[in-house]
């Protein structure tokens, strides 16, 4: 059964750092690894979405990797804002369009 | 463009009571799903649709009904409410089943059991 764990489970950090989030996965045969942003009370937006065969996509100030050989994935942030205060999902796509997901990091940003 | 919509927003149940939390998508993707979201845990999977007509179990199905008699809506019905089944629930959808394409998602219905 695969697992997602990220880390960390919180994240606190000045504005204007450079930031990584952390996601590793247990079952490297994977569709696809998706990350999303959760803000309070609301729903899930989609921000990148890296396919199997791909090693990196990028978005603006966001980055996300995956090495499928070591289950892992990171979402760099680049000189972060405090709009980019939110909840981070890291999720598996698997076959048949199933997400499996990691239980998020929350990440503050401080102006 | 709506996207994907869900209602009610907020609910509170009884124990024993049932209801319809719906969902309702305008872009006539394929594949709809629910998922539910608990403090600490990921979002878990509990039934999907690849198309109307067709539906499955996912990770936690027990408790849950669904359907899926048109393309646009995907209701998920509690038969009997547990104070277990208290959480965020959310509705999904994807264009096209076994694509690598973005999942959209709804605001999410907060459902409280007491």
């Known amino acids: 059964k695969q697992e997602v764990t990220q880390i960390p489970a919180a994240l606190s950090v000045p504005e204007g750092e450079n930031l990584v989030l952390n996601c590793s996965f247990t079952d490297s045969a994977i569709y696809n690894l998706q990350w999303f942003r959760q803000d309070p009370g609301k729903g899930l937006t989609s921000l990148l979405l890296i396919q199997s065969s791909q090693r990196e996509q990028t978005s603006g100030r966001l980055n996300a990797s995956l090495d499928k050989s070591s289950g892992r994935s990171t979402l760099y942030i680049a000189a972060s804002q405090p709009g980019d205060s939110a909840t981070y999902l890291c999720a598996v796509g698997e076959y048949g369009n199933k997400l499996v997901f990691g239980a998020g990091t929350i990440l503050r940003v401080k102006s | 463009n709506a996207g994907v919509t869900q209602t009610p927003k907020f609910q509170v149940l009884k124990t024993g009571q049932s209801m319809t939390l719906q969902c309702a998508q305008d872009?006539?993707?394929?594949?709809m799903s629910w998922y539910r979201q608990d403090p600490g845990m990921g979002l878990r999977l509990i039934h999907y649709?690849?198309?109307?007509?067709?539906?499955d179990q996912g990770e936690v199905p027990n408790g849950y009904n669904v359907s899926r008699s048109t393309t646009e809506d995907f209701p998920l019905r509690l038969l009997s409410a547990a104070p277990s089944q208290t959480s965020v629930y959310f509705c999904a959808s994807n264009p096209r089943v076994n694509t690598n394409t973005e999942a959209f998602f709804g605001q999410g219905t907060r459902l409280t059991v007491v």
């Open positions: 649709s690849v198309g109307a007509g067709i539906t």
């Open positions: 872009m006539n993707h394929e594949y």
